[in-house]
């Protein structure tokens, strides 16, 4: 129990300022018959720090890692190298054992942290505004679809098919409850995106559009047509990035008029972590701020007229408004945040935009090598380092295969659309800066004799 | 200043106009060391990275390649070291010292699960990666999950919700779905007063009418006006326990039992659930859904306002609702249970409330920490953590208002109010008061049932040493409050930064960093 530092000593003498004859006498509220008086069964004592380690280290080697495989995952969470020096600062003890900056005096460096992060994001997504920070990019894509609906008070939301999966069924989840009603359609193995479609879709009712950028297929549009139909129905565009680095070589969604801007940023600072914490971008136009959920932090000054930060805004909070509160959110992803910001701060403008111009130069090379395979077409010609492969086969079984070879090669559109057999030979494959030539080509042989 | 004759300084007093130091040119003062922003320091042209050449390739980026300049800055690697160094000196952190937020458990947080999270085993694996290669990642889940299970003596548990206010969420939507599975349309959802804010802006969330329930004057919930509104409109009561005055609800297995009666479901949070971990299981009392807190109850680090995780246990009644995806055993094999495989066995699933599977890398910390604990230690947890709370209580009650310091013994944390204090004096001077002695402030104003309240939570973590140097420190502002000492209504005198206009901050909200320059010319 080498986390508690009271010795028995220090319990007795305690005891006896409470006036209190034992610790069980502290809990004779608790109803006599819900009142444990021993262990709980079934469950081991406490250990050591080296046996705790050699325990979780055992699990770990049972996982094949990234790091371990040629590595060809995307679809909503992205390996990317994060520099040293990320890590060693969010290890700093007084980032990561402080709490929510509710004392700003004594909470300055992780306040400039977050000031510094909103303008990062909101610059990055091409917005006037960003808060803090939210849980993931999924949520934080539901969150938006509120938001469009308290703005408009209308109550329907057109959903992308190119829009991930997931998203789609987090926003259902919540819709049921909410009484919103969503228009989605599963994506169709073809090359062009749906915005068409999607304008087609506008009407009167309409709160918001919500497109992936780029999309799940790894597709990429103008998004500018979709955002002039959507504001002449009085609708709003809400634009969702899973992949921040690909606003390092393509156009901010906020520049081509979408109004919320919303985003995984796990690709930036995070690392992939099976699925979390991960980090929720979102960002608006000025005018919806206070419509805004989550944190947000504001310059001001202090009692001597020294530049300070505070969280701001909070009358839309839960704590304040209880129930008339523009979200339940209590958590961002601090620690997330200070990750991304550290990590674009290393990389500069100049930095991510070489790292974009890597990705992109890889993922091109890779789509020419693997649609050299047989039974391989590229569906998408257009696209930033993510793009989806047409097998002659269940894309499925293939990956299964793959990783019983130690290749992770992509992910099946069967595993994520399985409502959608016909687009089951589909397969999304992203190439990142990790992507050696080597990897590329020992995916391409394996997939060969896979698809042989 | 004035030194004891043993060369010992004396307690802080103000400065004379005579011993203030004279400003330096840079705003530096020694060791503590003002930070410009990136903005200011950095260049657009500046980078800390370096990556390979780009292989030359015809772009497919079409019409859509990004232009125009994005505008943001960057450092060189060692500037980037010295600016997040620089900012983390003006944080306090558990760390440095005795955080006593009541309600947010700030607790040590031991660097082996740092360690262990970090393992490229489970810090770099893809949440779409085959299942077969993440076996590992998979039983970690499980047995995480099994430890919830045993802990709170429920059925079954959810792990993908993000934070407690998620939890929360998913509770709401396990018990809406059982109503109406049974075809029984509920629309109100009852939330005593001192319930946290998140509780009604969750219900409302969901589309539920919330109403209050009041407190007794001895800070539990009112048995009789609960037991008079339930009714069949009342879908669920959502209740703290141990509550936010501080106190265990004696009456849980009676409301509970007749909120059942009432054809209602109890939803407990559980953010308080450190209090009472290996001593109490909530599912004796009859709660059908609690969120678990890793980050309090469990040690995960908060980082300056999250990550969180907040699993949510559930009954049997709830359980067949938990929402996608979860972990099962299948012979010696861990699956993933995700809309592929969901289809027929898991039909009453309300759905999926996040993208992938959670907070995993809070999933290894916690049960890292679980581990070290085990079943003894984590009763030990709870039975320190109320002790030190008690001993709070009972060496500041004769100096500090305690609204139910006779309502028996407070659990983890231990409520005063600002009663007593002199004419103009708050509970803000205090805890601004606090930061000058080299503390973080407790919880201010919350819960909103009592005035001025002050809600402090040692957690178990702190020695009898650092409580003591905590209580004098309070039990001095408290006298000089009652003293009406203006000195105070100054402090923080030696922070980073004095008192912050938040008035102003709020008025003209200024939420992200533009070129002043730039800004003036176009004005």
């Known amino acids: ?452 | 200043m004035t030194m004891l004759k043993e060369g010992r300084p004396t307690a802080p007093q103000a400065v004379t106009q005579s011993d203030a130091p004279p400003a330096t040119v840079t705003g530096n003062r020694a060791l503590m060391l003002e930070e410009a922003l990136i903005f200011e320091i950095g260049s657009t042209e500046t980078t800390g990275v370096d990556f390979a050449d780009a292989p030359k390739v015809v772009s497919r980026l079409g019409s859509l390649a990004r232009t125009d300049a994005i505008g943001l800055p960057g450092l060189s690697e060692q500037e980037t070291v010295r600016h997040y160094t620089r900012l983390s000196r003006q944080n306090y952190a558990i760390d440095l010292g005795l955080f006593p937020l009541g309600s947010c458990t700030m607790k040590h947080n031991p660097r082996l699960n740092e360690k262990v999270a970090r393992m490229p085993g489970f810090a770099d694996l893809h949440p779409l990666a085959p299942q077969s290669t993440v076996q590992g990642a998979l039983a970690v889940i499980h047995e995480l999950a099994g430890w919830l299970i045993k802990l709170t003596g429920m059925h079954s548990v959810a792990m993908s919700p993000k934070a407690g206010a998620h939890g929360e969420l998913c509770g709401l939507l396990a018990i809406r779905a059982a109503l109406e599975a049974r075809g029984d349309a509920r629309s109100v959802i009852l939330v005593p007063e001192s319930a946290h804010g998140t509780n009604p802006a969750t219900a409302a969330f969901c589309g539920y009418k919330v109403e209050d329930i009041p407190a007794t004057p001895d800070g539990r919930v009112d048995l009789e006006a609960l037991k008079s509104r339930l009714g069949p409109d009342v879908a669920a009561v959502m209740i703290t326990n141990p509550n936010t005055c501080g106190l265990f609800e004696r009456d849980m297995k009676t409301i509970s039992d007749a909120v059942h009666a009432a054809g209602a479901f109890v939803y407990c949070d559980g953010a308080n659930f450190n209090a009472i971990v290996g001593r109490v299981r909530p599912g004796d009392l009859g709660v059908d859904a609690m969120h678990i807190n890793l980050h309090k109850t469990f040690s995960t680090p908060h980082g300056g306002g999250g990550p969180g995780s907040g699993p949510v246990v559930l009954s049997q009644a709830l359980a067949p609702f938990a929402p996608l995806p979860f972990v099962e055993r299948q012979g010696d094999q861990f699956v993933l249970i995700e809309e592929e495989t969901a289809q027929g066995h898991h039909g009453q699933t309300f759905g999926r409330m996040v993208a992938f599977h959670g907070q995993m890398g809070m999933f290894t910390r916690a049960l890292t920490y679980i581990l070290s604990h085990g079943a003894d230690g984590l009763r030990q947890v709870a039975s320190d953590a109320v002790l030190n709370a008690n001993y709070i209580l009972r060496s500041l009650d004769d100096v500090l208002d305690a609204p139910f310091g006779q309502s028996g013994p407070c659990m983890h944390e231990a409520l005063f109010s600002d009663k007593g204090l002199a004419e103009g004096f708050t509970t803000l001077d205090i805890a601004k008061g606090l930061i000058d002695e080299g503390f973080h402030p407790m919880t201010m104003y919350f819960p909103l049932v009592v005035h001025g309240a002050m809600l402090i939570e040692p957690t178990e973590t702190e020695s009898k040493a650092a409580l003591d140097q905590f209580i004098m420190a309070l039990r001095s502002l408290a006298r000089r409050a009652k003293a009406g000492d203006e000195a105070l209504k100054g402090a923080p005198h030696f922070a980073p930064r004095r008192r912050l206009d938040e008035t102003l901050a709020a008025r003209k909200p200024v939420l992200t960093w533009s070129d002043p320059a730039l800004a003036q010319a176009a004005e």
């Open chain 1, 1 to 452: 129990m080498r986390y508690l530092p009271l010795t028995d000593t220090d319990r007795q003498d305690m005891l006896s300022v409470i006036g209190a004859a034992s610790i069980d006498d502290l809990f004779v509220d608790v109803p006599a018959e819900a009142r444990l008086s021993g262990k709980i069964a079934g469950l081991p004592d406490h250990a050591s720090e080296l046996s705790v380690e050699r325990h979780m280290a055992a699990l770990a080697r049972k996982n094949l890692s990234a790091g371990e495989a040629p590595f060809f995952l995307g679809a909503g969470a992205y390996r990317h190298h994060v520099p040293a020096s990320v890590d060693h600062l969010i290890q700093r003890g007084e980032f990561l054992t402080a709490y929510t900056p509710y004392q700003p005096e004594i909470a300055q460096g992780t306040l400039q942290v977050l000031f510094e992060f909103q303008t990062q994001v909101a610059r990055l997504l091409g917005c006037d505004v960003a808060n803090a920070s939210m849980y993931d990019g999924s949520t934080a894509c539901w969150e938006a679809i509120g938001m469009a609906r308290r703005i408009t008070k209308r109550g329907k939301a057109i959903l992308s098919s190119g829009l991930h999966p997931h998203y789609v069924s987090v926003a259902n989840t919540m819709a049921k409850f909410t009484g919103d009603a969503l228009v989605h359609q599963a994506p169709t193995l073809d090359a062009v995106t749906d915005i068409d479609a999607l304008i087609a879709g506008i009407d009167k009712d309409t709160s918001c559009v919500v497109v992936q950028y780029p999309d799940i297929l790894g597709r990429i549009a103008d998004l500018t047509p979709l955002a002039d139909a959507a504001h002449a129905a009085g609708a709003l565009l809400v634009a969702v990035v899973t992949e921040p680095v690909a606003l390092g070589a393509i156009k901010a969604p906020g520049a081509m008029g979408a109004d919320i801007v919303v985003g995984e940023g796990q690709s930036i600072g995070v690392g992939l972590q099976f699925g979390g914490p991960y980090l929720g971008l979102f960002a608006c136009k000025q005018k919806y701020v206070r419509q805004m959920p989550g944190r947000l932090c504001g310059e001001t000054v202090d009692a001597a007229g020294k530049r300070g930060f505070v969280l701001t805004l909070s009358t839309r909070e839960q704590h304040i408004r209880r129930e008339k509160a523009t979200s339940n959110i209590c958590t961002n992803s601090g620690l997330c945040a200070l990750a991304f910001s550290i990590h674009m701060t290393l990389l500069g403008e100049r930095g991510l935009r070489e790292l974009a111009t890597l990705n992109h130069a890889l993922a091109c090379q890779a789509a020419d090598r693997l649609t050299q395979v047989p039974g391989v077409t590229l569906l998408n010609d257009s696209f930033f380092n993510e793009f989806t492969l047409i097998l002659s086969k269940d894309a499925r079984e293939v990956v299964r295969n793959l990783a019983d070879r130690d290749v992770l090669g992509g992910v099946s559109l069967g595993r994520l659309f399985p409502d959608a057999p016909q687009i089951g030979n589909g397969l999304v494959v992203a190439v990142t800066e990790t992507v050696t030539p080597e990897d590329i080509e020992t995916f391409a042989k394996a997939l060969e004799e896979e698809l042989a």
